[in-house]
DNA sequence: CTCAATTTGTTCGTATGTATG
DNA sequence: ACATACATACGAACAAATTGA
């Protein structure tokens, strides 16, 4: 344990053979070795992480789980199959795509146990309103989970239309909304991590990563009326984002 | 191990001691408990996690050799420091701040030693320059390195201005070149893990997560002349998006 | 067919780390 | 603080399958 990991390792702590394995892994997703190619000999391995044998074997050991590497005895391991893409889940960077994405979601309501908390709203993002009802949710894809959602949206508007807005995407129902002036909407992304509650609903590993959008959405008159937090499992996200077109810098 | 944690856990591997870690982290990062403040008992954390006294003790005393909490017998656990906010990089979504940002950065080049891999372009990203120029760098802040960069400049247009592309960020310089007129660029950001060589260069670890951006310029015949590829240190990103304003949807 | 080289499979002993009650 | 059980990691040696000379 003397190699090029040694220093990474003492950073992280995780145990040898799954960041060997998550190394692999990834040389396999970003193409390195295609599907039904031999990988790297056990030794090449070994020598290139700077660890025992058997710690091979043994991250080897997860990928082969994962159905992604096939072992033979003699010849070699060989991937089996080409990693789909997983980030199917486009992130929308305008305001008509993202109300378009989520028009159709129907999401699954949680209990709002404790009292809610209030709204994050930094000073630049717009003046509270008086009182806000406060939705939690959870999307999901062909059953599976993809985002834990907790909207505060200004009580007056939610009061306009609460039925709608408990059986669908709030956004959607907002933009259509009589009586609604929407001025900005702002939307705030980092890259976060699982706390135990969200990998709990989203089926994740405590602290998976996450992406952690924060949307605020103010009317006319400066009044943040939707607050959304909405952590996504970070596995699945992409962002398409166009920077220019058809101009000249 | 028969809690609410069990499977989470599971589904992690990491030791346990290490997520406790990173939730507590977390929490303190999160400003759930500031500076000077005293974080849950043991008994309450101990029942929160499901975990062992000892393993909560094991996590705590990571976190108070990070200089995060103190421990005081008899009195309990405090924040002895607040967490400083990371995320100062704000990633540009539009092409005249992103030039704007980067304009002074002075990257720190690599010295590109295998045969470069050749840019990874989608049917949709344009077409493919006769040959490309193959530069990697580091792109550092207060001597701390924050982004790794990979970038294929099609080689025409790097021989028009081959000192300034290595001396100054590739963007801000392809943007006054005279000659090549920009038709459009275009960036997908995804969440991705650090692998070997990535943590080494950003100082993090193993699959830390990360942000992954690809950008692609295309001149007006449709060439792809820019395809970069950026890894950001994960801790430290922010996405500003402007979904809209000043209108209605 | 045999032999050697290659490559994965298996096992042992030891040390240390992790987690419980 | 202790006793216990199991996981992680090392190095080394040997076994078994495959291949090509």
């Known amino acids: ?3 090029q990991l040694a220093r990474t390792y003492e950073r992280s702590r995780v145990p040898l053979y799954l960041q060997v394995a ?23 391995l070994e020598s290139e992480y700077q660890v025992a044998r058997v710690t091979v074997r043994q991250a080897i050991d997860l990928l082969q789980q994962e159905g992604l590497v096939r072992r033979r005895q003699g010849k070699g391991t060989f991937v089996t199959r080409a990693v789909k893409d997983k980030r199917w889940l486009q992130l929308e960077t305008t305001w008509s ?18 009292a809610p908390p209030p709204p994050r709203l930094e000073p630049d993002e717009g003046a509270p309103a008086a009182a806000y ?12 989970p993809y985002a834990l959602v907790g909207v505060h949206l200004a009580k007056a508007v939610y ?19 009589p009586g609604v002036e929407i001025a900005r909407a702002h939307q705030t992304l980092v890259i976060g991590s ?8 989203l089926k994740l590993a405590l602290n998976a990563p996450t992406a952690e959008a924060h949307c605020v959405v103010t009317d ?5 009326i939707y607050v959304g937090d909405i952590i996504y499992r970070g596995d699945c996200v992409k962002l398409n984002i166009d920077l220019l077109t058809n101009g000249d810098g």
């Not at 390195?32 to 056990?42: E, P, V």
């Not at 009802?133 to 599976?144: L, P």
């Not at 699982?194 to 609903?201: I, L, Q, S």
Request: glycine share 6%.
């Open 97 to 114: 795509s993202l109300i378009a994405t989520i028009e159709d979601n129907v999401p699954r309501l949680l209990p709002v146990k404790m």
């Open 1 to 3: 344990m003397t190699g």
């Open 133 to 144: 009802e406060y939705i939690r949710s959870i999307q999901s894809r062909n059953g599976e």
């Open 220 to 224: 006319t008159a400066g009044v943040a």
């Open 22 to 44: 998550s190394a692999l892994r990834r040389r396999i997703e970003e193409g390195q070795w295609r599907a039904g190619q031999k990988i790297s000999t056990l030794e090449e």
């Open 159 to 177: 009061d306009l239309a609460p039925e709608a807005f408990r059986s669908r995407a709030a956004l959607p129902v907002l933009s259509t909304l």
């Open 194 to 201: 699982a706390d135990m509650e969200t990998a709990d609903y």
